[in-house]
């Protein structure tokens, strides 16, 4: 109805309302275009999801772009390898094998891979094993190279420098709840504080796991898994801490309560009062004592203050005294004279000026 190219198809997935037009509509442009796949050639596709079941290792949910998938190919998935035990269907079904555009979960892999990984099909065992070393070399390469870097580059990153991290190590069930617990700490952060990943990985806790956090510090965030026993015992050993969770709001909610208590917090001043300096008395032991009268607010024995002399502040600090008459007071009020002396400060004259104020301690939170 819009004209153009391309085609308009309203559907609605909650109320199964145009399902039959979209895929009509599918299957006419297919024909239109002449998109075929040749079903005659290896496998190739790529990982929709991944997962470690207990009962069935390393599961891959696969799509068959082009060729084949068969029970007992040799398949190598991103940085995952192995030889298919079983491919599922979609309806939970056991299947020999699986053709383009077909959707199947493949058993047989020797770790989870990542969604997103392309896979395909190769001749031996060898081979599979000589890619998969080649991809994690060039992995490893890829993380060791310096990078060359801009101005611009250099000045964020020792703005980086002066950022307080928080290291942790994610452990998921699937690897789309390990993504999405990644991209939600990641975006936590701010100029101050921030959030790094370790490591995140599909599957229970290991030993390398908690040898890599016993020496980064760092404690790991288990997402509906649990750490193996060795795992388990090393951790008390080494004194890392799992914790474990099954909603992901409440891990977020941890991290980021960890990151507010380092923030630094906001210091608020308050104005309490001003007292002029009438005369200046010395006293033995005790030093120079101002006789002074509060010309407006009032003054208080724990608060702070300065030394106003012409306008210009010199100098801050605390009251070694507070008193009226011959008694030391906590506070007194505007239009009442009192006797002052400061800590560790002897410089005052008649006229002077005394600022008393108050500074409050505000925790900060991030989204402040």
């Known amino acids: 109805s ?23 509509a599918v299957l006419l442009q297919s024909e239109l275009l002449e ?12 990982v929709v999801e991944a997962q470690l079941d207990r009962g069935r290792g390393a599961v891959g949910t696969m799509l068959i772009q082009s060729g084949t998938l068969r029970t007992g190919d040799i398949v190598v998935a991103g940085a995952a390898w192995g030889k298919v035990r079983a491919l599922v269907a979609d309806n939970g079904a056991r ?12 058993l047989g892999l020797n770790q989870a891979p990542s969604a ?16 998969v070393e080649y991809r994690q070399r060039k992995e490893r390469d890829r993380i060791n190279t310096p990078v060359a870097k801009s101005l611009d580059q250099l000045m964020s990153q020792l703005k980086e420098g002066e950022r307080k991290e928080v290291p942790v190590l994610v452990k998921a069930d699937v690897q789309g709840s390990s993504e999405a617990i990644v991209a939600a700490l990641e975006k936590m952060g701010n100029e101050e504080v921030a959030v790094r990943v370790l490591h995140a990985g599909v599957g229970g806790v290991t030993e390398s796991d908690v040898t890599l956090c016993s020496a980064s510090d760092a404690p790991i965030l288990a997402f509906n898994v649990r750490a193996n026993a060795p795992a388990r015992q090393m951790a008390e050993r080494d004194q890392v ?11 977020v909610d941890d991290i980021k309560a960890v990151m507010e208590g380092m923030l630094a917090p906001t210091l608020r001043e308050t104005f309490l009062g001003n007292a002029e ?4 008395f010395n006293i033995t032991k005790t030093g120079k004592v101002a006789g002074c009268q509060i010309s407006e607010g009032m003054a208080k024995r724990s608060a702070k203050v300065r030394l106003i002399r012409d306008s210009v502040v010199i100098h801050e600090g605390t009251l070694s005294t507070l008193r009226r008459f011959k008694d030391e007071v906590k506070e007194v009020f505007a239009g009442q ?32």
């Open 277 to 280: 300096i009438l005369q200046v």
């Open 2 to 24: 819009m004209g153009g190219e391309i085609l308009d198809v309203e559907i609605s997935a909650l109320k199964r309302q145009g399902l039959d037009k979209l895929e009509e």
């Open 95 to 106: 299947v020999d094998e699986a053709g383009p555009s077909v959707p199947v979960e493949l």
């Open 35 to 46: 998109l075929r796949a040749n079903p005659d050639r290896p496998g190739r596709g790529v």
């Open 337 to 368: 004279e009192c006797g002052m002396a400061f800590e560790n400060y002897q410089d005052i004259q008649v006229g002077d000026v005394i600022e008393i104020y108050e500074v409050e301690t505000i925790a900060r939170t991030l989204d402040a």
């Open 116 to 131: 997103g990984d392309e896979f395909s099909v190769v001749d031996s065992e060898g081979r599979a094993r000589e890619i």
């Open 241 to 251: 801490e799992i914790r474990y969770y099954n909603v992901i709001y409440d891990l």
